[in-house]
């Protein structure tokens, strides 16, 4: 069910802060590049009513200008156009522009010029001059001259036959005009100086003859003045941010929010005692909830599978525990009805018999813990010598008078193991032979591979029924109950093998039986 192009959790929340993170610097951004936009776009419109009004000043102060152009000799000397070159990180803010020299009114120094600059100051709210070659203002829109601006550095930059235009900050008593007026509050006036050359194809900064200089200032439209008069083409971007908005949230709804629900109701479905069911989420959602939804069924399916055995085992261990207890108990009841009229050897058989069931419940008891603890716990292993373990094992059995035959096929056999539950599985196996080889020798045979050691243990006695072979190693069943078999010893035997990653199997020869267990190396 995992999902392996699945973003991870801390992608999706690591992309949603840095969103959140770069929005402000991209929001100024953008404010910085439409502020840039609409001071080139002022400054586009100043020079081509510059140029317009230097041409009409020519034709005033040279009336020969108003003759055709001849064609030029290169033809990349057709064309000298003046571009927008003003840049917010580039361009410096300069003070307001000054006057020097005496003002002159109620004279029109240049009679065509001036009617023309007032109304073109109507329609396009510029402040439009004409300076003769010594930057002296000859016409205006507010029909005054004879003052100077040759000090400004964009006027004289265009008496020297450059054009260099400048931002100036912009000086205003007035209120704010409302958005829907003409009139602009921002902070900056875009101030641009055109020089008017003899030579009408003349480029700016080669030194050519210049006649006269036209100046031309204008405050550009703000942001919220221009974002005001685009608003209708602003409008579709903006629902469509909206929807994009949107359709985040609810792309994070389903891929964090809608997975964890689901996979909570599962939860407490199963909590409430509801079988484990399959831990679906959606194919989008991160990694992170597809792992945990695989870690929770595999829990969910564990649990259901340790409440079986818990059950199971409880019930095989009641019905164990049932015929000793039976059998106590009527033994005792027999005694206290007897009284005083049961004869000794009566009392002592009774006696007997429970004394042999006791200690046959502490056998089963002691047997029934000692697996659970196997089946329950993953203690630490550590390393274990097999080689002089058996050795030991061996000698310790033939100390008891059951004989033993070691056939060890290797000089060391290390392990990672459990001791105490090596130790169990072990003396099970060798318990089993001695019981079932009714005395004669237990053969134990060790050989080791490049992934595995094997210990095979095989007893002398009768020959193991084929009916047996595959059900030896469940819990309480056994061939030899009436010698005191509890039915837990190999049961124990396969816990420990395969809480060791190992196996266990059992094979009839033609006298006894041989039991195989295999450990990885």
């Keep these: 069910m995992r999902t392996r192009w699945a973003p991870r959790v801390r992608t999706l929340v690591g992309v949603l802060f840095l969103l959140v993170l770069v929005l402000p610097f991209l929001l100024i951004g953008v404010q910085r590049l439409l502020e840039n936009a609409l001071i080139l776009d002022t400054e586009h419109a100043l020079l081509t009513e510059a140029v317009v009004v230097g041409e009409a000043y020519r034709a005033e102060v040279d009336p020969e200008a108003a003759t055709p152009l001849t064609e030029p000799e290169d033809d990349g000397a057709r064309f000298a156009a003046l571009v927008p070159r003003l840049d917010l990180a580039e361009s410096p803010v300069l003070p307001a522009a000054t006057r020097r020299g005496e003002v002159v009114t109620g004279t029109v120094a240049s009679s065509h010029l001036t009617p023309i600059l007032e109304r073109a100051l109507v329609r396009n709210l510029s402040g439009v001059r004409v300076l003769d070659p010594d930057g002296i203002v000859v016409a205006s829109p507010q029909r005054v001259h004879g003052y100077s601006l040759a000090h400004l550095p964009e006027v004289a930059a265009a008496l020297a ?24 509050a921002a902070d900056l006036r875009v101030s641009l100086a055109v020089p008017v050359f003899r030579d009408p194809r003349a480029r700016t900064g080669q030194g050519a003859e210049v006649i006269g200089v036209v100046y031309a200032s204008r405050t550009p439209l703000d942001i919220t003045k221009a974002l005001w008069a685009w608003r209708a083409k602003l409008f579709l971007p903006f629902w469509v941010s909206v929807a994009v908005t949107f359709a985040a949230v609810i792309f994070l709804s389903i891929t964090l929010s809608r997975p964890l629900s689901r996979l909570r109701a599962h939860a407490e479905q199963v909590a409430a005692g509801a079988p484990a069911a399959g831990y679906e989420v959606e194919r989008v959602a991160p990694m992170e909830v597809h792992v945990l939804a695989d870690a929770l069924e595999r829990m969910s399916l564990q649990l259901e599978a340790r409440a079986d055995y818990i059950r199971e085992f409880a019930a095989n261990a009641a019905h164990e525990l049932k015929t000793p207890l039976t059998s106590l108990r009527g033994a005792a009841e027999v005694l206290l009805e007897a009284g005083d009229g049961a004869s000794f050897a009566q009392r002592t058989r ?30 630490a292993r550590e ?6 373990y058996l050795e030991g094992l061996a000698e310790r059995y033939r100390r008891r008078g059951q004989p033993v035959v070691l056939e060890l096929g290797a000089a060391q056999v290390e392990l990672q193991a459990v001791p105490e539950q090596l130790e169990s599985l072990f003396v099970n196996l060798m318990d089993n032979a001695a019981r079932h080889g009714e005395g004669r020798p237990v053969r134990v045979v060790l050989t080791r591979s490049s992934r595995e050691v094997a210990v095979e243990v095989t007893d002398d006695g009768p020959p193991l029924p084929e009916g047996h072979l595959d059900r030896v190693f469940e819990r309480f ?9 509890t039915g837990l010893g190999l049961a124990i035997v396969r816990a420990v093998a395969e809480a060791h990653g190992g196996t266990v199997e059992a094979r009839a020869e033609a006298r006894g039986a041989t039991f195989r267990v295999a450990l990885p190396v």
């Design 161 to 184: 036959g450059d054009y260099r235009p400048v931002l100036r900050r912009r000086v205003s008593d007035e209120d704010r005009p409302p958005l829907d007026s003409p009139s602009r």
């Design 477 to 485: 069943y056994s061939t030899s109950r009436s010698q005191g078999g």
């Design 350 to 379: 009774f006696l007997e018999n429970i004394q042999k069931d006791a200690v046959r419940m502490d056998q089963l008891v002691q047997r029934i813990l000692e697996l659970a603890r196997i089946e329950s716990t993953r203690p």
């Design 383 to 388: 390393r274990v010598d097999l080689v002089p």
